[in-house]
């Protein structure tokens, strides 16, 4: 589609994608209010952990299983801008908390919100987009995550002392300034077409809105398209829910592409990084700076990733970014194993960064996004992401209990992420389908049993 508007194109994008600016401030901003909450309220380890530190992220879950919904019934706008509501309501609600309990409350709310976004905005991006520019446009959501999360870090540095020992109350509530101004500018975006043309039944308006993406005789084209497609799927068969068996094809490549994304242990490291490089005999004082080199291998890869994802395709890089997971993994646990320097340790920690940032950090948004079909695409989301934050769950709950066995020498844990990024690679290379440069309905017809 050479004549793409891009002006709003790009307006459009990056103002949906501003979601995963909060999604990724708001999952690390709780780390500058860890210690001061666990001390002002006196909680036990297993109420903090449960509460404080996790409801959150079952609130991902509950936002990622059940965000479908609103987004087929209201469309992707208002499911959107209502997730911007409840990141702005969990950030004041967070940094006003009165006790634990409200506190979790606010926080779980947040989690809902980034469950609902990472279906939501991924979703109408990909409607939106051009073939030809899809995965570069997707990939803008999962670069504003990984940006929110550097600033995030930035934001608890600068706000420590603010307020003596109200501080992490500031470093919590500075994200309602960007959820309100998200709410705002969510207000001057357009629903999805595809959503109007299938679930909202409004020919001309989504015509109105393909006329701001395309010259006339394009928008007809890509209209005609749609409604071509509907028509023949639902022409196909009467079986139109998501477990019908129709869509075995793309449930099962969501399922598993979740699956390796948690099984490469990106939010273990993530999550318990300052943990690991203690043992390894990093002092504390120089957590902050690897938090920042870490921070920034994720955003720079994370651009490169989005520079090639529409030129070498989402399966060459899920190809690098395989290769890299098994040198990093593989490296960390040698590390491990032959007590090696401090430093080389890290090395291998950011190759394995690097590697998951042009890898299935860079695809898996862009990926499950675009293989369902127009009409399922919610709950396709849905599954695929539901299976993401479920697996996410799990591992980040088990992380305290998987390094107590292994406290003497954690080698074994990254040995057994680096074996299941051995089946990934072989996953990618015998079954991933390429997706780069086809359309969402040449992809239906291609990956959706007739």
């Not at 501003?18 to 401030?25: H, Y």
């Not at 609130?59 to 959107?80: E, H, N, Q, Y």
């Not at 959501?141 to 501080?167: E, R, T």
């Not at 500031?170 to 994200?175: A, D, F, K, Q, T």
Request: hydrophobic fraction near 55%.
């Amino acid at each position: 589609m050479a004549n793409t508007n891009r002006s709003n194109l790009s307006y459009w994008s990056i103002t949906v994608a501003v979601a995963g600016f909060l999604f990724g401030f708001d999952t690390v901003v709780i780390s500058g209010a860890n210690l001061p909450i666990k001390e002002l309220w006196n909680t036990t380890p297993f109420f903090h952990g449960t509460f404080i530190m996790s409801m959150a992220l079952w609130g991902t879950v509950v936002g990622a299983l059940l965000g479908s919904i609103p987004m087929d019934k209201f469309g992707r706008k208002k499911t959107l801008f209502w997730i911007g509501l409840l990141f702005l309501a969990s950030a004041l609600g967070s940094a006003f908390a009165p006790d634990p309990y409200s506190f979790s409350f606010f926080r779980f709310i947040g989690g809902v919100g980034v469950g609902a976004s990472s279906l939501a905005a991924p979703a109408y991006i990909s409607e939106i987009a051009p073939k030809s520019k899809r995965g570069r446009m997707v990939a803008l959501y999962q670069f504003m995550l990984v940006f929110g999360i550097f600033i995030a870090f930035f934001s608890n540095y600068l706000l420590k002392g603010v307020g003596g020992v109200n501080d992490w109350r500031w470093m919590l509530g500075v994200e309602a300034i960007p959820a309100l101004l998200y709410c705002i500018m969510i207000l001057g975006v357009p629903n999805s077409p595809r959503w109007l043309a299938i679930q909202g039944k409004d020919d001309e308006g989504a015509l109105k809105v393909l006329r701001g993406l395309y010259d006339e005789q394009e928008a007809q084209t890509v209209l005609a398209e749609i409604k071509a497609d509907d028509l023949a799927s639902s022409a196909a068969t009467g079986e139109t829910g998501l477990f019908s068996g129709k869509y075995s094809t793309p449930l099962t490549l969501a399922f598993i592409l979740a699956f390796f994304n948690q099984l490469s242990g990106i939010n273990f490291i993530l999550y318990y990084a300052p943990e690991i490089l203690a043992k390894a005999g990093l002092a504390a004082k120089e957590s902050l700076l690897n938090s920042i080199s870490i921070g920034g291998v994720n955003l720079l890869f994370t651009m490169l990733g989005m520079v090639l994802i529409d030129r070498l395709g989402r399966k060459q890089l899920m190809l690098i970014g395989s290769v890299g997971y098994i040198g990093g993994l593989a490296g960390v646990a040698w590390a491990f194993y032959a007590a090696a320097s401090p430093t080389v340790l890290l090395v291998f920690i950011l190759l394995f960064i690097a590697s998951h940032a042009i890898g299935q950090g860079a695809v898996i948004w862009v990926f499950i996004s675009e293989i369902f079909p127009n009409k399922v695409r919610a709950f396709g989301q849905s599954w695929g992401c539901g299976t993401h934050w479920v697996f996410a769950a799990i591992i980040t709950l088990l992380g305290p209990v998987v390094l107590d066995i292994f406290s003497v020498n954690p080698w074994p844990i990254f040995a057994f992420f680096a074996g299941m990024m051995v089946l990934q690679l072989l996953w990618v290379v015998f079954f991933m389908p390429e997706t780069k440069g086809k359309s969402l309905e040449e992809l239906e017809r291609e990956l959706v049993k007739t």
